[in-house]
C-alpha cells in the first residue's frame, strides 16, 4: 500500500500540535474550560458511514478535545500521583507507535524485547533491588499488584503442595491476605480478580500517618498457622509514609509468609541517597509494584511488577502456543511476565526517560520533589485558619481548612476552598477523605515544578482560603 499523504500529513500535525500544546503549559490553567457533556456533545454523532482523510480526522480531534484536556502536565498539577509525561518519553512513545512493535515475543520484535530487557535490568540498578528479580512491563501499579499478588497466591499454595495455576481454587487449602488498614484499593482490587476476596482480609492497624503497626503484625502472623500473604506499602497515598520494612519483612518470613509491596510513586524513594533510608529492608520483600508513569515521568501505561522468586512470577504469568515461537531461551522474553499477550513495547519510553534523566537526575528529581512538598506544606501551615495534617517526609500531604472550627464547619470550608482553588485555576488540588475526615491532598510528583511554582501554589492556597472566608 502506498503511503497515504493525508495519514503522513496527520502525523505531522500531530506532532506540531503537541509541541505547541507543551509549550504553552508552563502559563496554562489547569483546568479545563468545558466540561464532560459539552465535549460528548461534540463527539456524539452517529457512527460515520464513510471515512475521511487522516489530517481532518486530527484537526477534529483536536479542535473537539482541547479545550476539556485537564493540564496534568502543568508544573502546578498537585491532584493526584500523576508524572509529568515527560518530553523523551513522549518522544520514545510515539516511535514505539509508528513501529508498531508488539512485545509479546522476542520473535516479533527483537528490539522491543532487548530494550525491554535492558530497562528493566536497570530498573533494578537504580532502586538497589536485588539482581536475581524478575520484572514485568505493565499498563500500571493496578496491574502491578495484581500479578505480584498472582505469583504470592501461587506460591503460597505450591508450599503446601497445591498448583492453583493448574487446579485452581476450589478446594484447595487456605492462604490468608494481611494488608494495612492504609492500603491503596487497587490492591483490593488484585485480590478481587485472584479470587482471595475483596473481604477476606485481616487488616493490620497503622499508626497516625498510615504505617503499619508491626506488633499487630506480628500478633496477626501468630494468630493461625496458615500461610499468610501481606500487603505492605511504600508511599501512602495521602501522607506519603511507607511500611517499616526492617521490621515487618523478616516477621513475614519467619512465619513462612510472602511480602508484596504496592509501591506505585515510593519505590522511588530509593533511587535518591538522601530518601532511601525511607524504605530500608524493603529489598527483602517478595514482590514489589511501581509505576514509570509516575515518579519517572514517562507517558501514561507504564508500570513495573518485580519478583523475587521468577519461577513463581513466571508460574503465574507465563502462556505458550504453538506459533509463538521461543528458540533463545537464552533471552529474557518480555510476554512471560505479564498477564497480555499483544501489548505495546512499554520498554522504550522506560528506556528512554531512564537515559534521559541518568540515576543522578531521578535522584534529584525525586529530592527536589519532597523538598517542594515540605516548603509547600511549610507555607501553607503559616496561612492562619490552615491545618496541614502531616509534615511530608516524601511528596504527599493533606490540608485541613477551618483549623480551630469543627468538623463539619471545616468540611465545608475545605471543600469550599478547594472549589475556589481549582477555580483560580493556579494550581490544582483535590480532595480526598483522611480518617473519616474531608481533607485536600497534595501530591508532588512532576520533573516540571520548581521552587517559585511551590511559592505561587501557597499564594494560590491563600487567596482562593481568603476567598472563601470573606464570603462566610
Ligand atoms: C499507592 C498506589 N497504588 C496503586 C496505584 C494504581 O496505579 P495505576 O493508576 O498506575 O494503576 C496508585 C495510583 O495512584 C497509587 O498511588
Redesign the pocket.
Known sequence: MKLDEGDFAAMQLAARLSAEYRRDMASATTTPTSGYGEIFARFDRAVPAEGTDGLSVIEELDAGARDGLRAIVSPRFFG??NGHSHLAGVAADWLTSAWGQNCAGIPMTPSGAAVEAVAARWLLELLDLPAESSVGLV???????FVGLAAARGEMLLRQGWNVEDDGLYGAPNVRVLVGADA?N??FSGLRYLGLGEKRVTTIATDTLGRMLSGDLERALRASSDPAIVIG?A???NTGVSDPFAEIIPLVHAAGGWIHV?????LWARASEKHRHLLDGIEQADSM?T?G??WLQTPYDC?FVIVRHESAHRRAMDMAASYLTRDNEQFRHPGAYVPELSRRSRGFAAWAMMRRLGRSGIAQMVDKDIRLAQLMADGMAQIPGVEVLNHPELNQFVVRFGARLGDSEGERLTQATVAQIQQDAVAYMGTALWRGRLIMRVSVCSIATSEEDAWITVEAVRAAWETVQARR
Do not use: R
Open positions: 493526584w500521583v499498563s500500571g501499579a493496578t496491574i502491578a499488584n491503596h487497587t490492591v506499602q508511599g501512602q497515598i504496592d509501591g506505585a510513586f515510593g509494584a509505576d508513569h509516575k508500570g
